[in-house]
């Protein structure tokens, strides 16, 4: 079937922060420093995790493979962004555009369903302290998170062929400094309210089903620790998963704005704002959360110095 005005789209121009002029330089910077600190902490995380025996827990296990889909979730977007904010053509291909969007979805999920099995360790560790290692034992832990590696090839796949399989008319400006759905529907010459349906749908299943579970954990594990008699044994117990609880909050704090956000606050600039919060400083947070709030990890760190330095 043909549409009329179709146009054959190779390359799409995206508009991001074309019209800051001289500051684009700034954002260059804020942006670099910001990548840099994210993917240094994460593969410190990584490394530490991998390496210290102190830390080859089920907790420290999942937490390796959160901070894996974190730097793949901003590798997959901020470089390219870096690119454009120092270039004239600030264009992307067909094909690039197509795997951006693919590995958006797919670390994406990623993130969503890692940090529930994270809540799911949280609550037997808390709630069922005899049978932790009983439970969390080795082939649970590594079918969890086989499970959250392959939850984001169908979501990366079905989103980024549907997406890109309606006609386009007229322009290939994308005003965005990615490729995200929305603004590449708007191209689009043809009615796409299943699509629309679908992706809300999608959204709700893999953003706000992961959310309420992670809340119904906290609950349990709420009323577990103060059923608990001593109050420096709430406070111990407490602040094993508040780096956790920190790291969900902006989470989905930022997805649920990003993607629940009104019509009416959906201009280019809200949109890039939101975007933001979740692409390259929440990314950028998580590490240094983890890092600073956690004595184990402290601990591995010091370890590893004092390695390095005999």
Known sequence: MSWPNQTMVNEFILLGFSNLGQLQILLF??????????????????LLT???PALHSPMYFFLRNLSI???????????????????EEKTISFLGCRAQIYFVFFFGAMECYILIVMAYDRFVAICNPLRYTVIMNRRLCVLLVTAVWVSGFPIGTIQ???ILSFPFCGSNTISHFFCDAPPILYLSCVDTFRFELFSLIGTCINVLC????ILVSYIRIVGTILRMPLVDGRRKVFSTCSSHIIVVTLFYGSA?????????????GNRYLLSLSYIVFTPMLNPIIYSLRNKEMKGAFSRLIRKKSC
């Open 29 to 46: 910077v804020v942006f670099l420093l910001a990548y840099l600190v994210t993917v240094m902490g994460n593969t410190l995380i990584i």
């Open 50 to 52: 991998s390496i210290d």
């Open 69 to 87: 889909a974190e730097v793949g979730f901003i590798s997959t977007i901020v470089p390219k962004m870096l690119v454009n904010l120092l270039s």
């Open 160 to 162: 980024s062929t549907w």
């Open 210 to 213: 992961p959310f309420l579970l």
């Open 256 to 268: 649920s704005l990003t993607h629940f956000r009104p019509k009416s606050s959906s201009s280019p």
